[in-house]
Every structure is written in C-alpha cells, then in structure tokens.
T-cell receptor
Framework: QQQVKQSPQSLIVQKGGISIINCAYE??????FPWYQQFPGKGPALLIAIRPDVSEKKEGRFTISFNKSAKQFSLHIMDSQPGDSATYFC???WGQGAQKLVFGQGTRLTINP | KAGVTQTPRYLIKTRGQQVTLSCSPI?????VSWYQQTPGQGLQFLFEYFSETQRNKGNFPGRFSGRQFSNSRSEMNVSTLELGDSALYLCASSRGQGGSPLHFGNGTRLTVT
C-alpha cells in the first residue's frame, strides 16, 4: 500500500514531442505528489508538485495531471528538448510525513535531436 | 544560497567496517532526511531529523543510524557494513513543514568490498 508504481521504465521521444510518464498509488492518505528530475552524478531536483485538491498544475513546459478517483498522476513534458534527457521520479507523501517520500522506480527519458 | 553539501563524495569500505557520512543542509533548513538509492530498490527513505530529533524512520535495520546537531548539520552512520549497503546515499533538507520541498545533495557513493 506504500508503493508508487511508475511507467514506463524508459522512454525515447523526438525533439519537440510530448513526453508522458505515469504513476499510480494505493494509499489514499497521500496528499503531496512531487516529481523529481535527476541527471547522472547529481541528486534529484524538484520539478513540480501537486496536491489532490487540483486536477492539473502547469509550470512552463511541465504539467502534472492528477486523477484522484483513479489514484493516478502523470507528468507531461511539452516541446521536449535534448536537455530534458534525464531520469524522472514521481513520489508521494502525506501529512507531517511530507519529508518521507515514497518514490516510483524512475523513468529514463531520452530526447533524440 | 549554497545548496545541500554532502561529504565525502566517494567512499570505499570493507565488509564489517563502519562508515559515517556527513550532510550540511541549506541555511535556514531545520529538517534533514536521508535516502538510499540503488539500481534494484530505487530511492528509499532512511530517516528524517528535525531540530535534533528523529521525526520519521524508514524500514532499515538498526545498523543504520543518524543524528542531527544544533546547527542542523547531520551525520549518518552505518555499522557492520554488508555488500548490499553499496549505494548512493542522498541527503535532503527542507524547512520541515508539511509539503516543504526537499532539496537534495549530490550524494555520497559508498562501495563495500
């Protein structure tokens, strides 16, 4: 019940295309859903986060879509660029345990020029 | 503003030894969390310290311990090292309130031989 399942494991997208990564969770107590981006040799960096009271949040080319009834959320990267090539992690946490993130397994995204 | 600093970056130890990793959080951040990252298990939460007190704990054996000092700096200790402890250990800091974003360091790569 503590798991967050992420798919796909790897993704190849052409430059300018839309990259879509999906996550699903079981624990309905989760109330904070961030996405992290990690480059080789670096720690994860927060991209964007959402709470379940909204269905969508957009920041620049990055959008989170959230479906509370389906217990799913996804990251959309519009106009994908080679510099977006990285590993992306979805995560979830709840309440005072917001620092205790449960991470998905990660998606290795490659943007072909 | 300086980011989260972890030392050392790389460490090689032998089975049975113990190791101490260090983390300096972003100035003003009172919460420090530790995560283990491996190819097989992904990112897993170890523990979180807030104002020198352990506030959350993951599902790791007692060989993994930590502490936080009055200046918010944190150390993590692993005793009686096992081969399976080889991993990237990530420290993250935040203000500590619910939903405060985690800022990760670049990690300490521990190799146990």
């Amino acid at each position: 019940q503590q798991q967050v399942k992420q798919s796909p494991q790897s993704l190849i997208v052409q430059k300018g295309g839309i990259s879509i990564i999906n996550c699903a969770y079981e624990n309905t107590a989760f109330d904070y859903f961030p996405w992290y981006q990690q480059f080789p040799g670096k720690g994860p960096a927060l991209l964007i986060a959402i709470r379940p009271d909204v269905s969508e949040k957009k920041e620049g080319r990055f959008t989170i879509s959230f479906n509370k009834s389906a217990k799913q959320f996804s990251l959309h990267i519009m106009d994908s660029q080679p510099g977006d090539s990285a590993t992306y992690f979805c995560a979830a946490s709840w309440g005072q345990g917001a620092q205790k993130l449960v991470f998905g397994q990660g998606t290795r995204l490659t943007i072909n020029p | 503003k300086a980011g989260v600093t972890q030392t050392p970056r790389y460490l090689i130890k032998t089975r049975g030894q113990q190791v101490t990793l260090s983390c300096s959080p972003i100035s003003g951040h009172r919460s420090v969390s530790w995560y283990q990252q491996t190819p097989g298990q992904g990112l897993q939460f170890l523990f979180e310290y807030f104002s020198e007190t352990q506030r959350n704990k993951g599902n790791f054996p007692g060989r993994f311990s930590g502490r936080q000092f009055s200046n918010s700096r944190s150390e993590m200790n692993v005793s009686t090292l096992e081969l399976g402890d080889s991993a990237l250990y990530l420290c993250a800091s935040s203000r500590g309130q619910g939903g405060s974003p985690l800022h990760f360091g670049n990690g300490t790569r521990l190799t146990v031989t």
